[in-house]
């Protein structure tokens, strides 16, 4: 055994076992170890001596922290960092299967679908670490781990450890931050400030790659290439590819742009203009307009005055159930709302758990909440037309959801004496009908027989009420961890209407509620059980609601990721892993209320943003200077 990995072994014995060494790169060596306590394989990457010398156990350490709270479908997550005898080291999942370099060195060009939905993966970890203020600074083939065909972006964040823990002293170790195929134009001119930016061109660079086989800039050494990103213009993908279609073609070449300001805003965007056929950057991000009669699966962006909404239809597809069917496209589309109405996330204190918008069954329609003249008011827009409508009658409204049919929008309004008023009013307009009142609702349902599923927090219990309005019906016995974990959040009705589907209001879990008999079911990894198991197993989020496509649709909790989870509505079986669907959703608390709504066959409309319970700490002084503590942005309460 080499002395290294003796030393190792020696220093590591009591968690974990050295196998062999897999690899080394510029700043480490990985070696394969099994994992003493939880009986697993795992890669320990090891930093190079020359390298941890400069860094310093404790600095290192604390730095990688900031990166061991990522988690996302695309991300290899960190398991353990640490110091032992000397070596500054770090654990990951092992991971059986090839990096994009193998099959880069193996098949030089990738098919133009599979590359595109490698990107467009890869950019959706980076729209979501970007938004956790993490950059990776070394995008590249060696670091996309390929899982069953699913790109697993490695050593996130390790680099800004790496360079935040050396401070300026990064020359003396003799290693650069990056890989010169991929650095972006201002990485390669070690400017220290770099952006999310930095990561889209190293994304686009890499993309390049898959298409022609070859990065945008090559040169005979590092000092070469360099030279060339700085200076140069890489040649459009289309003169090695004619195949590539032009909005590919096109977002490659915005993301490869010299300057930052000229790239991609996000890994949300870069996602956008890769998947829109009709994306061309001359007329921003342009979408085509269809008529409403089209219904194919959607992904539409619509710019609200700085917010973005968007639709998504999830169909077979997109799942997999039925990829050979060359009919079905995921199409994007860019819907503008007028100034004078933009959505707004922000009213009365109710609100703020709430939906702001909705989707009609047909998906033909929107209806959202904008603020005009300090109070908030329904509004409607078609897809395929740009004109919005104010309802009248409709001021202080909140939460708004169709009727089944679609000819009726139900909504909340607060009224003073601590009452909120349930009202429903037609899609053409008219004076509104109120339909009953409730001391706390947080969320609803409307069932095909008639009535309406209202969550009240007020005794922690589901109510019916009819759609005409009358009388309310309390659930009767609802099971105690129910009662005690604050209430349900958010209750869908399945198809049948007999269960519903909601998440627990203090811990999120996602659990199933019978409307016949009141039991209640978790919804977990395992499959779906009459009891709650461990932390580990549960699934947790927001908003969880059934897609005609087969899947349980819900906001991870915190992350604003959309997951969807196989699941079999009359079985009441879970079939599979949830999996990402979009990055990016904005949600209102940790657990619930992310602003997203789905109709009745399948599309989805979303406002994409951070979560707004997350903030940072700052100290305001008497003359109202305010400074920013030196905290993550995080969900905080009770700070005093």
Do not use: C
């Amino acid at each position: 055994m080499p002395e290294p990995i003796h030393r190792l072994n020696a220093a590591l014995s009591d968690r974990y076992t050295i196998e062999r060494e897999l690899g080394a790169g510029g700043m480490a060596t990985v070696y394969l170890a099994h994992d003493v306590k939880h009986d697993r394989k795992v890669a320990i990457k090891v930093l190079k001596p020359e390298l941890a010398a400069v860094l310093g156990a404790e600095r290192f350490v604390q730095e990688i922290k900031t990166t061991a709270n990522l988690q996302h479908p695309h991300i290899l997550p960190l398991f353990d960092s640490g110091e032992a005898d000397g070596f500054l080291y770090y654990v990951m999942p092992y991971i059986e299967g090839d990096t994009l370099r193998d099959k880069l060195n193996r098949e030089t060009q990738l098919g133009i679908d599979e590359a595109v939905k490698i990107a467009t993966e890869v950019a959706d970890a980076l729209d979501y670490a970007h938004r956790q203020n993490v950059i990776h600074r070394d995008i590249k083939p060696e670091n996309i781990l390929l899982h069953d065909g699913r790109p697993m972006v490695a050593d996130f964040g390790i680099a800004l450890a790496v360079s935040a823990a050396a401070g300026g002293r990064m020359t003396e170790t003799g290693l650069s931050l990056g890989t010169p195929h991929y650095m972006s134009p201002e990485q390669a001119t070690a400017d220290k400030d770099l952006t999310n930016r930095s990561d889209i061109y190293s994304l686009g660079a890499m993309l390049y790659e898959m298409l022609t086989g070859s990065p945008p800039h090559v040169g005979s050494s590092a000092q070469q290439i360099i030279m060339k990103i700085v200076t140069e213009e890489a040649a459009p993908v289309t003169d090695a590819r004619k195949s590539v279609p032009p909005n590919v073609a096109a977002a490659v070449a915005k993301a490869l742009e010299k300057l930052p300001a000229d790239r991609f805003a996000s890994g949300h965007e870069f996602v956008h203009a890769l998947t829109t056929r009709e994306w061309l950057p001359a007329t921003g991000q342009r979408g085509a307009q269809h008529g409403a009669g089209v219904r194919a699966p959607w992904l539409v962006p619509v710019a609200v005055t700085g917010w973005l909404v968007a639709i998504v239809a999830f169909g077979y597809a997109l799942f997999g159930r039925d990829q050979g069917d060359a009919g079905v496209h995921v199409r994007e589309l860019s819907i503008l709302l007028p100034d004078s109405a933009p959505i707004t996330f922000t009213a009365p204190t109710p609100f703020i758990w709430q939906r702001a918008l909705a989707i009609s069954p047909d998906g033909a329609t929107i209806a959202y909440i904008a603020l005009a003249d300090s109070l908030t008011r329904l509004y409607t827009r078609p897809l395929d037309d740009r004109r919005v409508t104010a309802l009248d009658g409709t001021a202080g409204a909140y939460h708004p959801f169709f009727s089944p049919d679609g000819q009726w929008i139900a909504f909340f309004v607060s009224v003073e004496g601590g009452v909120d008023v349930l009202k429903k009013v037609r899609v053409t307009g008219g004076e509104p009908l109120i339909l009953g009142s409730f001391t706390f609702p947080v969320g609803a349902s409307w069932s095909t027989d008639g009535r309406i599923l209202v969550a009240d927090l007020e005794g922690n219990v589901p109510t019916w009420i009819g759609d005409g309005g009358g009388a309310t019906e309390v659930l009767d016995s609802v099971p105690r961890p129910l009662q005690f974990s604050g209430g349900l959040l958010s209750p869908s009705l399945l198809p049948g209407n007999e269960w519903a589907v909601g998440s627990m209001f203090y811990t999120g879990q996602l659990v199933l509620l019978s409307t016949r008999t009141n039991e209640l079911r978790w919804i977990t990894r395992l499959g779906v059980t009459r009891d709650s198991v461990d932390h580990a197993d549960r699934l947790v989020g927001g908003n969880p609601m059934y897609s005609p496509s087969g899947h349980l649709l819900y906001l991870s909790g915190g992350d604003g990721v959309l997951m969807a989870l196989p699941f079999d509505a009359d079985a009441l079986e879970v079939r599979g892993d949830p999996v990402s669907v979009v990055a990016g959703v904005r949600q209102e608390t940790t657990y619930g209320f992310g602003q997203f709504a789905m109709s009745a066959e399948g599309t989805v409309v979303y406002a994409p943003g951070s979560n707004a319970g997350r903030g940072s700490l700052a100290l305001i002084d008497e003359r109202g200077e305010i400074e920013l503590l030196p905290f993550r942005r995080a969900v905080y309460e009770f700070v005093q």
